[in-house]
């Protein structure tokens, strides 16, 4: 069993849909992350969860919606995406007790705006 | 302009070569990591490196910390193909929890 499992591995949805991504670690971290992954550019992080506390990137669209129900669980929703949201969207979790941590990867979801 | 620049973007060689990619930037991190990814699945991480001029070893892979602590570098001897991916350094800087990226380099190993 991987640590960090998310589904859908692939999606294809229109501008005026409302999906959602899964992201589940089994790793007891204590702080999970979203990343957008486009080809050339580095990863950006989107979201981070730490405890009870979220940590947002103020460049993040509101169309992204992020829910972290426990510490265990993690939610991308998407409501009214455009076609350039199209990209590998990772997630992500570890320690968040200091600098330095291991983060440990999904194999991440391919998304596909249409 | 991003914090860490990797060069080369790309970088396609022949089986059994040696290669050198590069992770530099103008600022300080306490703690430089590079990961691999391969195609369809997340980045994995590799090594860790935090100590300015630390030089750690993984079978075929040299990862080098910069004495100023600014700049890393990873170099493969004898190729494998199985050495192919897209190769990411991130780095923390002192008292920030977020890793600043590189945008990568992509790495082919022909057989």
């Known amino acids: 069993e991987t640590g960090v499992t998310q589904t859908p591995r692939h999606l294809v949805m229109g501008m005026t849909n409302k999906k959602s991504l899964k992201c589940e670690q089994h790793?007891?971290?204590?702080?999970m992350y979203w990343y957008k992954q486009s080809a050339k550019k580095p990863l950006e992080l989107m979201f981070v969860?730490?405890?009870?506390?979220?940590?947002e990137n103020n460049s993040v669209p509101s169309r992204f919606s992020p829910e972290c129900p426990n510490s265990s669980h993690l939610f991308l929703h998407l409501h009214t995406l455009q076609p350039e949201d199209s990209a590998l969207y990772l997630c992500?979790?570890?320690?968040?007790?200091?600098?330095?941590?291991?983060?440990?990867f999904g194999e991440g979801s391919w998304l596909t705006v249409v | 302009t991003q914090l860490l620049e990797q060069s080369p973007q790309f970088l396609s060689i022949q089986e059994g070569e040696n290669l050198t990619v590069y992770c530099n930037s103008s600022?300080?991190?306490?703690?430089l990591q590079w990961y691999r990814q391969e195609p369809g699945e997340g980045p994995v991480l590799l090594v860790t490196?935090?100590?300015g001029g630390e030089v750690k070893k993984l079978k075929r892979l040299t990862f080098q910390f910069g004495d100023a602590r600014k700049d890393s570098s990873l170099h493969i001897t004898a190729a494998q193909p199985g050495d192919t991916g897209l190769y990411l350094c991130?780095?923390?800087?002192?008292?920030?929890?977020?890793?600043?990226w590189g945008a990568g380099t992509k790495l082919i190993i022909k057989p």
């Open positions: 992500a979790s570890s320690f968040m007790d200091r600098a330095g941590n291991t983060i440990y």
């Open positions: 790793l007891g971290h204590n702080a």
């Open positions: 969860y730490s405890l009870e506390e979220r940590v």
């Open positions: 600022s300080v991190f306490s703690s």
């Open positions: 490196v935090v100590t």
């Open positions: 991130a780095g923390y800087m002192d008292s920030n929890y977020q890793l600043i």
